[in-house]
């Protein structure tokens, strides 16, 4: 158990439908990430919140649009995707996100499956 | 960015030390390195970090070379559950929030 948790462990969409990925973390750390890892791909980070607020958004998408209500939560709404985004999707947080020793603490991921 | 790179994978008997290497040519001087794990089915883990220094910690041991291009992870005595994919990164003060990952090292542990 590592304080982030990550709901659904599974889902599969279509490419019309809309859903939302949800990450909680129990640390009291003030930032939160959103890493994609598809297979036999490293992983590729999204975005960065701190202290609610985006940081980093990495050429993202806009069919990912990510929601940082607190530094406990965040989400990843999902719509209109393509198969090529079916991929393991992480969430991670941190004490500081600058800090240059802060350990990431990550869930267990969300597999994405988009028909 | 400095780059790292790693042996795709590697083999080790259980209850044998692991060496896990990496090579860091183009590091800087404010680069610190840092290794995490994956384990099926999950989520990176981190493992230790160390800037000059040798380190150790409950799960491992840091072995940096003399120069800093090259470093080491060190699992003293293999079991089945250290079998994942290990992760050597850099970061520096500059690009911290921008946890970098390549691909790795994925580890098998044997009986």
């Known amino acids: 158990e590592t304080g982030v948790t990550q709901t659904p462990r599974h889902l599969v969409m279509g490419m019309t439908n809309k859903k939302s990925l949800k990450c909680e973390q129990h640390?009291?750390?003030?930032?939160m990430y959103w890493y994609k890892q598809s297979a036999k791909k490293p992983l590729e980070l999204m975005f960065v919140?701190?202290?609610?607020?985006?940081?980093e958004n990495n050429s993202v998408p806009s069919r990912f649009s990510p929601e940082c209500p607190n530094s406990s939560h965040l989400f990843l709404h999902l719509h209109t995707l393509q198969p090529e985004d079916s991929a393991l999707y992480l969430c991670?947080?941190?004490?500081?996100?600058?800090?240059?020793?802060?350990?990431?603490?990550f869930g267990s991921g969300t597999q994405l499956s988009v028909l | 960015d400095a780059k790292t790179t790693q042996p795709n994978s590697m083999e080790s008997n259980e209850e044998e030390p692991v060496h896990l290497p990496c090579n860091h040519s183009?590091?800087?001087?404010?680069?610190?390195i840092h290794w995490y794990r994956q384990l099926p089915s999950q989520g990176p883990e981190y493992v230790i970090h160390?800037?000059?220094s040798n380190v150790n910690n409950r799960m491992a041991s840091l072995a940096i070379a003399e120069d800093r291009k090259s470093s080491t992870l060190i699992l003293h005595r293999a079991t089945l559950r250290d079998a994942a994919v290990y992760y050597c990164?850099?970061?520096?003060?500059?690009?911290?929030?921008?946890?970098?990952f390549g691909t790795g090292t994925r580890l098998q542990v044997t009986l």
């Open positions: 919140y701190n202290f609610k607020e985006q940081t």
């Open positions: 160390g800037l000059t």
């Open positions: 990164i850099l970061r520096n003060t500059g690009t911290a929030s921008k946890l970098t």
């Open positions: 991670a947080s941190s004490l500081n996100p600058e800090g240059v020793v802060e350990k990431l603490f």
């Open positions: 183009t590091i800087s001087g404010t680069d610190y």
């Open positions: 640390l009291g750390h003030n930032a």
